[in-house]
């Protein structure tokens, strides 16, 4: 029974084992660092729809894959020169450093928060706007012809008006002094 169950674990094993290899399997090695097929597939399922279809999967894989060899080529060289001591290219890392800091902690402010407006606040906004939903000829515009764009708009606003209160929010928590 013993034997029955160690061999059972082992199977286990080797199976989660293969899996986990034949999912994350290394396509290439530059340098030493490995490109993955979870890495290409990644950027993949990132590419806009319509982008990759049945007759072209394989050929953008291919020039994915290029693209990341590319990418650890040129990175690798750039470490080779020391160019991330140099003082204009460590203040631009520094800049998207923060950048990703700030996009992630809005992401997760604000990332679940539905900004759409609704058919009222659209409709309202174009009763309100008239005077400046008018096309070429001076005619008022339908709103169903202008409904996307104030839509847009209006999720833009709130947004904003969001963001701007928690900045707010946040100033309050702070100690900010301005030099004058």
Request: aromatic residues 6%; hydrophobic residues 40%.
């Amino acid at each position: 029974m013993k034997f029955l169950a160690s061999l059972f674990m082992v199977m286990v094993f080797l199976t989660t084992t293969a899996f986990a290899q034949t999912q994350d399997k290394v396509l290439a090695t530059v340098n030493g660092y490995e490109i993955t097929q979870s890495a290409v597939d990644n950027i993949m399922k990132s590419l806009p729809a319509g982008v990759v279809n049945d007759k072209n999967k394989e050929q953008v894989k291919e020039n994915v894959l290029n693209s990341l060899i590319s990418e650890r080529v040129l990175l690798d060289e750039a470490k080779k020169l020391n160019l991330e001591k140099d003082p204009v290219v460590a203040q631009e890392i520094k800049a998207q450093t923060d950048n990703i800091l700030i996009n992630a902690l809005l992401q997760k402010k604000f990332g679940n928060q539905n900004f759409t407006p609704t058919d009222k606040e659209i409709t309202d906004f174009y009763n309100q706007n008239k005077s400046r939903l008018k096309d070429s000829k001076g005619q008022l515009l339908p709103l169903s012809k202008v409904k996307p764009e104030i839509a847009q708009y209006l999720t833009n606003m709130k947004k904003k008006q969001a963001l701007d209160q928690y900045i707010e929010e946040l100033k309050k928590q702070d100690n900010i002094k301005i030099n004058k």
